[in-house]
């Protein structure tokens, strides 16, 4: 059973995250913000949701501390490079946000779901747990064969 869970809930802990260019490509991508930290680490699978849609990321992690080059449509896009639409980059350029501004970074789901929207934006999350580790770890081994 899912509930839905506001931005401005005291549940929620919001922090503000730093829009980077990655690479020579000039993307960009999300600094996470520090506390995420004990949170999460580099290879973690996490659910974004922004603009009301729940994507999949990976966190990776350079000399400056973690951050989401991409959002995409199910976990294994989010997994394999160049493949499938990368939703984070299209939400960051219909924001017309440049890098070194920052968006809302919202904890709905320690370690599982977070959530982005602009500053001063409000959001209605719907919050799914996820599986127990057990049957997550399973269900990554099946999608790896």
Same mark, same amino acid.
């Given at each position: 059973? +899912?509930?839905?869970?506001?931005?401005?809930?005291?549940? /929620? #802990?919001?922090? *503000? &995250?730093?829009? /980077?260019?990655?690479? +020579?490509?000039?993307?960009?991508?999300?600094? $996470?913000?520090?506390?995420?930290?004990?949170?999460?680490? &580099?290879? #973690?699978?996490?659910? $974004?949701?922004? %603009? =009301?849609?729940?994507?999949?990321?990976?966190?990776? &992690?350079?000399?400056? =501390? $973690?951050?989401?080059? !991409?959002?995409? #449509?199910?976990? *294994?896009?989010?997994?394999?490079?160049?493949?499938?639409?990368?939703?984070?980059?299209?939400?960051?350029?219909?924001?017309?946000?440049?890098?070194?501004?920052?968006?809302?970074? %919202?904890? /709905?789901?320690? !370690?599982?779901?977070?959530?982005?929207?602009?500053?001063?934006?409000?959001? /209605?999350?719907?919050?799914?747990?996820?599986? *127990? +580790?057990?049957?997550?770890?399973?269900? #990554?081994?099946? %999608?790896?064969?």
């Amino acid at each position: 059973m +899912s509930n839905r869970l506001p931005s401005d809930s005291d549940t /929620v #802990d919001t922090d *503000r &995250a730093e829009l /980077v260019r990655l690479g +020579s490509a000039r993307r960009q991508g999300i600094r $996470l913000p520090d506390s995420v930290s004990e949170q999460l680490s &580099a290879g #973690d699978s996490i659910r $974004l949701v922004f %603009d =009301g849609t729940e994507n999949h990321a990976e966190v990776a &992690a350079d000399t400056r =501390g $973690l951050l989401v080059r !991409g959002a995409y #449509d199910n976990k *294994r896009l989010a997994r394999s490079t160049g493949e499938g639409d990368n939703r984070l980059a299209e939400w960051l350029r219909e924001l017309g946000r440049e890098s070194g501004n920052s968006v809302e970074f %919202d904890t /709905v789901v320690e !370690g599982e779901q977070y959530g982005l929207r602009a500053p001063g934006d409000r959001e /209605v999350y719907t919050v799914k747990q996820g599986p *127990r +580790s057990s049957l997550s770890s399973i269900a #990554d081994q099946l %999608d790896d064969e």
